[in-house]
């Protein structure tokens, strides 16, 4: 059984799309789970629909929400204070021994973050190849498992079959929780639910297809 | 934010001339444009917390989609696709354009103290 996990993405959302269901596996089974978190997503577009955040008014939405959505999961929250979209243009050195400092303090035995270059958005590539290095940093004795989420359209031509393929279907009630708990990024999903209560049984059958299931990598050293 | 009302929008930009101020301006169709779509560009651009001085300032549009342009000494502020506004804190104009999904697609916003985050 893994001892502490700490999950590592940029944005708040990213942990409740991305492995919310796995998370609730490992808080069922009593594992303590650490987020952190990049970045407010400060430049996200998603305003709520109807709009009710602005370019402004959006940071303290989202840490709003990132807490909620961090309660819903049961899960330990740290938010890094990054910017949202300027992560790749850190120096990765520095980013990567700002986690490794985190890492050393909670020691974990299981990280888990996005696969560089497999993770689309530039922020999700950059913190995940930092991730990556601080793990390569640390002493291998002390150096946790890593598993990388590639979420390019090619991944699975590019990489092969992922090594963890998670069907959290049991999980996906909590999952649509820790979503929604986004309100301002959800709101656009939440409205084609409402919008025609017909289709809602069919949604949500294709939102289980798509977020049923989560798969990672091993970071091989 | 509300739909821009053109005189009062155009006030608030007046309040602005001959005062050293911090700009944000935006434009973005999203990180994720070129991945649901292998046809779509991902194109962004934004600057913050410019410090500007302009001398003349107008809004301009068709009741819906607006333009803002701001005349500095050595060139040009420029904004298009602008459809709503707020006042937001004591005295930042916030200016925005967003899409039928209520995604922000272009931003402009003046302020006299630096812009938060």
Partial sequence: MEKHVVVIYPHPDDESFGAAGTISEFREKGVPVTYLCG??????????????????????????????????????????????????????????????????????????????????????????????????????????????????????????????????????????????????????????????????????????????????????? | MNPIEIESVQQQLESFIDKDVYVHLETTNGAYASHFDDKAYNVGAYIRNAKVRFSQAKIVGNGKSYRAGLKMEFGWIYAEGLSDWTIHGDNQLLLAGHDREGRLMVSLEISEVPFRY
């Fill in chain 1, 39 to 221: 970045t407010l997503g400060e430049m996200g577009r998603n305003m709520g629909s109807p709009t009710f955040a602005n370019r402004e008014t959006l940071p303290e939405i989202r840490k709003e929400e990132l807490i909620k959505a961090s309660e819903a999961l049961d899960i330990e929250l740290q938010m890094l204070g990054y910017r949202d979209k300027t992560l790749e243009f850190e120096d990765l050195t520095k980013v990567a021994n700002h986690l490794k400092g985190i890492l050393e303090d909670i020691k974990p035995s299981l990280v888990i973050t996005h696969y560089p270059d497999h993770a689309v958005h530039p922020d999700h590539n950059a913190l995940g190849a930092a991730a990556v290095e601080a793990v390569r940093m640390m002493d291998e004795s002390n150096r946790p498992i890593v598993w990388a989420q590639a979420i390019t359209n090619n991944y699975y031509e590019d990489l092969g079959k992922p090594d963890v393929i998670n069907d959290i279907r049991p999980y996906f009630n909590k999952k649509m929780e820790a979503i929604l708990a986004h309100k301002s990024q959800a709101d656009g999903m939440l409205g084609k639910f409402k919008e025609n209560s017909e289709i809602a049984a069919d949604m949500e059958e294709a939102a289980k297809e798509r977020l049923g299931t989560e798969q990672f990598y091993i970071w091989k050293y």
